[in-house]
T-cell receptor
């Protein structure tokens, strides 16, 4: 059965810390991996990764994919209280073409 | 630009009552549309997706159904709600497979 596993489940850090969130997957027909940030309501899109070893960056956030070891990491440097959210990892499979398989998320709390 | 709307934002319904949640997308045509449910502290579970008017695919057996009466309208329904139907329902769209999905603001449903 296809699955996406995120770790840790929750994390508490102080402003200015750097955090690394992990996402491993077992998906038979992998197409892409996506990261979303969910605050109170709708998840907002962060990154889509399709190729190994190519880092995607947006400000203090960056992410990379390893298709050999079947995982991705999301790094946040110099964390701010506004980074507090649930970070969701999802894998799109190519067989059904439309299906995103989500992990259960990592809840990040950044304390001032 | 494209926007996605969902209503209502919150809903409290008794067991056995019917349900109708609506999702509409503006600023695009022929989007792929998705319904997800998120239980407390969990990731998103895909319920239904649609690639065109009248075309609905179901991912999990349940007492919910979906319809797409117009190109940019997606409706989630139930004839008789169960307690287990409580959760956060999210509608999403993308222009085609292989592109990130964008989420609506969600409906929080409590079945009592």
């Amino acid at each position: 059965e296809d699955k996406v596993v995120q770790s840790p489940l929750s994390l508490v850090v102080h402003e200015g810390d750097t955090v690394t969130l992990n996402c491993s997957y077992e998906v038979t027909n992998f197409r892409s991996l996506l990261w979303y940030k969910q605050e109170k309501k709708a998840p907002t899109f962060l990154f889509m990764l399709t190729s190994s070893g190519i880092e995607k960056k947006s400000g203090r956030l960056s992410s990379i994919l390893d298709k050999k070891e079947l995982f991705s990491i999301l790094n946040i440097t110099a964390t701010q209280t506004g980074d507090s959210a649930v970070y969701l990892c999802a894998v799109e499979e190519s067989l059904s073409s439309y299906k995103l398989i989500f992990g259960s998320g990592t809840r990040l709390l950044v304390r001032p | 630009s494209q926007t996605i709307h969902q209503w209502p934002a919150t809903l409290v319904q008794p067991v056995g009552s019917p349900l109708s949640l609506e999702c509409t997308v503006e600023g695009t045509s022929n989007p792929n549309l998705y319904w997800y449910r998120q239980a407390a502290g969990r990731g998103l579970q895909l319920l239904f997706y649609s690639v065109g008017i009248g075309q609905i695919s179901s991912e999990v057996p349940q007492n919910l159904s979906a319809s797409r009466p117009q190109d940019r309208q997606f409706i989630l329904s139930s004839k008789k709600l169960l307690l287990s139907d409580s959760g956060f329902y999210l509608c999403a769209w993308n222009p085609t497979s292989g592109y990130e999905q964008y989420f609506g603001p969600g409906t929080r449903l409590t079945v009592t």
